[in-house]
């Protein structure tokens, strides 16, 4: 049983450089969320998608971030021209929401990526 | 405005003790859930507990324990037996339109 993956575990970067970071959920999981922790916070919100649509975006998601989920499996988020305040970790967590519109489902959550930008 | 306050940002216990973290959040909704997640140094995010408002009754995981007051919007986080492996952050969290609002962490310390 293997849980939610993200890849690479670790990204230093110039500023002004493109970066893309993949997430893999647990399988069959439907749902799949990015979240941004900085330094002494706690994460905050990004961006989910439920299969391949993706449901909402954090007015914290600026143009130079975009995340795809293409086949409703795996997700991709990448930044373009990174800031040095793009440092943080970025968390993806998936989960399974059943039929019948149940309340609450389990989020699960990935080691994260961490991204350093000089 | 912050929907979950932590008002503790780092705590100390001596092993085998018991600890108590606080957390206050703010919310018109009825029913909703509430949660603590635990962020070990590895860094990756473990749910804890979590209690449906609509329960009176506090959640009880082994050695973790909730007191739930609904009235005042509190959600504290009871460590019984502390051991080693609690020394991590602890993140209380509420979940919003299937997104989850994190506090800002308590860090917690575990002394041999």
């Known amino acids: 049983d293997t849980g939610v993956s993200q890849d690479p575990r670790h990204k230093i970067t110039k500023r002004g450089q493109n970066v893309t970071f993949r997430c893999d959920p647990i399988?069959?999981?439907?749902?799949l969320y990015w979240y941004r922790q900085t330094l002494g916070q706690g994460p905050e919100f990004l961006t989910y998608f439920q299969n391949e649509a993706q449901l909402e975006k954090s007015r914290l998601l600026s143009d130079r971030f975009s995340a795809e989920r293409p086949k409703g499996s795996f997700s991709t988020l990448e930044i373009q021209r990174t800031e040095q305040g793009d440092s943080a970790m970025y968390l993806c967590?998936?989960?399974?929401?059943?039929?019948?519109?149940?309340?609450?489902?389990?989020?699960?959550f990935g080691p994260g990526t961490r991204l350093t930008v000089l | 405005a912050q929907t979950v306050t932590q008002s503790q940002p780092e705590m100390s216990v001596q092993e085998a003790e018991t600890v108590t973290l606080s957390c206050t959040y703010d919310?018109?909704?009825?029913?909703?859930?509430l949660f603590w997640y635990k962020q070990p140094p590895s860094r990756q995010m473990i749910l804890v507990i979590r209690?449906?408002?609509?329960?009176?009754q506090n959640a009880t995981e082994n050695r973790f324990s909730v007191n739930f007051q609904k009235a005042a919007k509190s959600f504290s986080l009871k460590i019984s037996d502390s051991q080693l492996g609690d020394t991590a952050m602890y993140f209380c969290a509420f979940l919003r339109d299937d997104k989850i609002i994190f506090g800002k962490g308590t860090r917690l310390h575990i002394l041999p």
């Open positions: 919310t018109s909704e009825n029913n909703y859930y």
């Open positions: 967590a998936s989960s399974l929401l059943l039929a019948g519109g149940v309340f609450y489902n389990e989020q699960f």
């Open positions: 399988s069959e999981h439907n749902r």
């Open positions: 209690q449906e408002a609509y329960k009176q």
